[in-house]
C-alpha cells in the first residue's frame, strides 16, 4: 500500500494557550520519569548501577524543571525569543538530550543539508523536534531506523528551510490521520496525556512552519516542515 498523504497548516492560537499546553505536556512527562523511578526503586536500589542511573535521571529532571520555571518567570510577557539560528544545529541538539536506552535497538542517520538560519526560538522548536522524535522511537519497539534530513527549497518568491524526520514503524491509518493526530488530549499510548504533536504543532505555527504527515499502517512515518528562510541569510 503507498503511503497516503494529510496536510495541515497550523492554525493561529493565541500564544497563552499554547504556552500552557507545553507546560503541562513537559510536566507530565517529568511526572511520568520520576513515577517509573519510584517504581523500580525497591527492587533494584541496591544495584550500583541503578543507583547512577537514578541520580542521573534526577538530576537532568531538575534541570528541566528549573529551566522551565525560569523560562516562563522571566519571560511571561514575550516566552517566544526569536534569535538566527540554524535548524541543523537544533536537531543535532534534539538528539544528544535523548536518553541512551531509547536509542539502544535503533538506528540514526542524519542527512543535513546546508541551509540558511531562520528566525526562531532555539528552546522551543527543541521542544516540538523532541516529540515527534519521541513519537517516533516510540513506533520502532522492535527495533528500526530514524532518519532527519534538512533541506534547502528555493522559489521566485521566497527561500524556505525543510525538515523531514522519518520513522520505519508501524505507520498511522488514515483515519487517525484525518480525524484525531493534531487533536489534543488524544493518544494511542497507553501513557501520555496527547499533547506531544499537538503542541509540536502549534510550536511550528508560531514559526509559520507549515506541517504535513506521510504515513501507512506498516510502512512508518515521516513529519515535514517547511520554515521560511531567514531573508539576510
Known amino acids: ?62 534541570g528541566k524543571m528549573d529551566t522551565i520555571v525560569k523560562r516562563f518567570r522571566d519571560h511571561q510577557q514575550q516566552v517566544i525569543i526569536k534569535l538566527r539560528i540554524n535548524l541543523n544545529d537544533v536537531l543535532t541538539a534534539t538528539l544528544n538530550t535523548l536518553p541512551q536506552k531509547a536509542v539502544k535497538q535503533i538506528e540514526i542517520n542524519t ?4 541551509i540558511p538560519t531562520i528566525w526562531g526560538d532555539a528552546f522551543y522548536l527543541r521542544e516540538a ?49 484525518d480525524s484525531k493526530l493534531f487533536q489534543p488530549f488524544v493518544t494511542s499510548k497507553d501513557q501520555g496525556m496527547g499533547l506531544g504533536l499537538y503542541t509540536s504543532q502549534q510550536i511550528f505555527a508560531l514559526h509559520h512552519g507549515q506541517m504535513e504527515v506521510e504515513s501507512a499502517p506498516d510502512e512508518g512515518t515521516t513529519f515535514r516542515i517547511l520554515f521560511p528562510a531567514d531573508d539576510n541569510a
Not at 493561529?12 to 510536566?27: A, G, K, N, P, Y
Not at 542527512?111 to 546546508?114: A, L, M, P, Q, V
Not at 521566485?156 to 528551510?161: E, G, I, P, T, Y
Open 1 to 62: 500500500m503507498a503511503k497516503r498523504k494529510t496536510t495541515t497548516r497550523a492554525s493561529r492560537v493565541s500564544l497563552q494557550r499554547t504556552m500552557d499546553q507545553v507546560i503541562v505536556h513537559d510536566l507530565k512527562n517529568l511526572a511520568f520519569r520520576l513515577s517509573a523511578l519510584l517504581q523500580n526503586m525497591d527492587m533494584n536500589y541496591e544495584n550500583p548501577l541503578f543507583k547512577t542511573s537514578m541520580m542521573e535521571i534526577l538530576a537532568d529532571t531538575i
Open 111 to 114: 542527512e543535513f543539508g546546508e
Open 129 to 177: 523536534f523532541t516529540n515527534l522524535v519521541e513519537n517516533a522511537l516510540d513506533a520502532m519497539p522492535e527495533g528500526g531506523t530514524l532518519t532527519l534530513r534538512t533541506w534547502r527549497s528555493d522559489s521566485r518568491r521566497k527561500s524556505r528551510v525543510g525538515v523531514e524526520i522519518s520513522d520505519t514503524g508501524v505507520g498511522i491509518t488514515q483515519e487517525y490521520l
